[in-house]
């Protein structure tokens, strides 16, 4: 059986190399995409223009505009498609990393020639797919990091046009004495971005559903750290556009579900509104229990206990929180870090998050 390994191996190496040398080849054209993206243009070359080459140049700006934001959105979409395979395949790493451990320490006590060569192959064989898997991780990076940097891209190609739709409809408000031609011009959906563009995300606002966009402006209150907030959007992610949850809900920002439709799209500054909105829920949970309890938190445990319930839900704070009431933090991080399970698995990304959460019980 020990013989098949390698041949196995070799499958595994053209399979990976093969992607790999996709994701560069995708890799090189986003670089060249880059490079090519428009600069601005002349700012006063509209004022000698007539009125009908002025319309005709508002015309094609907003096409121009509508043409970024289009690529702009593929490239969101991208980057949040290879941040999801960056995650799989570093789980596999780290699946593999274990297995190799596993190997090592059985061919430790290994008895007999035979099954030493059986698992020193395997170790071999975890290895090289160890280190393929590295690679591919590396160059998911680098697709990461340049889509990111195209995106930045379109974003001053995005303002040098809205600049230069703002300067055209000026002169022509100028040459017909009508201030209104800039609002009611069919490109009036950009007009946040008049006021600067802080990422690729925050022009995600086309088909956002109107029933709800008060809703997002006005952002609940929170009494949760910085430090707890910055930790949530890191551990939750962000999506600016609604898609299904494995459970088959509508979900759109970090987790939000409610009232949200197919296709919708939010800002950023949006979505952080509805972070914010959400964990109102789990703060009055948390404020309620302690209040009954007659327990004073910490800022810290605070935060803990909101990210936890925010997590898992509410239902199992009391325990935690009565280890808390008896002077136990011990116990209550302990009890706290259980809870890294999904599917009957024990995955990393929950170990990370209870191990933060149970430190800042501390604080």
Same mark, same amino acid.
């Given at each position: ?25 995708? !890799? ?6 880059? &490079?090519?993206? $428009? ?9 000698? *223009? ?19 934001? !289009? @690529? ?21 790493? *780290?699946?593999?990393?274990? !297995? ?5 320490? !059985?061919?430790?006590?290994?008895? &007999? ?6 698992? @020193? ?41 809205? %600049? ?14 009508? %201030? ?19 990422? =690729? ?16 402006? #006005?952002?609940?209150?929170?009494? =949760? ?15 600016? %556009? ?8 509508? %979900?759109?920002?970090?987790?939000? &579900?409610?009232? /949200? ?7 950023? @500054? ?6 914010? @909105?959400?964990? $109102?829920?789990?703060?009055? $949970? ?19 206990? =909101? ?12 325990? /935690? *929180? ?9 116990? #209550? $991080?302990?009890? *706290? ?18 191990? &933060? ?7």
């Amino acid at each position: 059986m020990s013989g098949n390994l390698p041949k196995i191996a070799n499958i595994a190496v053209g399979n990976v190399s093969s992607r790999l040398i996709s994701a560069q080849s995708e !890799k090189t054209d986003l670089e060249k995409e880059k &490079t090519s993206v $428009a600069k601005s243009g002349d700012e006063n070359c509209y004022v000698d *223009m007539e009125t009908s080459e002025l319309s005709n140049a508002i015309e094609n700006i907003e096409e121009e505009l509508s043409f970024i934001q !289009k @690529q702009m959105e593929s490239i969101e979409e991208a980057i949040n498609s290879n941040a999801k395979l960056k995650e799989k395949y570093e789980e596999e790493y *780290m699946t593999i990393k274990s !297995k190799i451990e596993d190997a090592k320490s !059985k061919l430790e006590t290994a008895s &007999t020639e035979e099954m030493q060569r059986f698992y @020193q192959t395997r170790i071999f064989t975890l290895g090289q797919s160890l280190n393929l898997i590295g690679v591919q991780i590396d160059a998911v990076n680098g697709m990461i990091e340049t889509k990111n940097e195209t995106g930045q891209a379109l974003q001053k190609s995005y303002k040098n046009a809205y %600049t230069n739709y703002q300067n055209a409809a000026n002169a022509y408000n100028i040459k017909n004495q009508n %201030t209104g031609v800039l609002n009611s011009a069919p490109v009036s959906s950009y007009a946040a971005a008049s006021g600067g563009i802080n990422s =690729v995300s925050e022009l995600g606002v086309s088909n956002t559903d109107n029933s709800v966009a008060s809703t997002y402006a #006005a952002a609940a209150g929170t009494n =949760v750290s910085d430090r707890m907030l910055n930790a949530m959007k890191n551990w939750e992610g962000c999506i600016l %556009t609604a898609y299904k949850c494995p459970a088959g809900v509508w %979900t759109i920002g970090y987790g939000h &579900t409610g009232n /949200i439709k197919p296709g919708q799209k939010i800002s950023q @500054q949006q979505a952080e509104n509805l972070l914010k @909105q959400d964990l $109102a829920k789990f703060e009055n $949970a948390v404020t309620s229990k302690a209040n009954s309890m007659g327990l004073n938190l910490t800022q810290g445990q605070y935060d803990s206990l =909101v990210s936890f319930a925010y997590n898992l839900g509410p239902g199992k704070l009391p325990g /935690i *929180m009565q280890l808390l009431k008896n002077g136990d933090i011990d116990g #209550a $991080a302990n009890k *706290m870090k259980q809870y890294c399970h999904a599917g009957g698995k024990k995955l990393s990304g929950l170990v990370s998050r209870r191990n &933060t959460e149970a430190s800042w019980l501390y604080t």
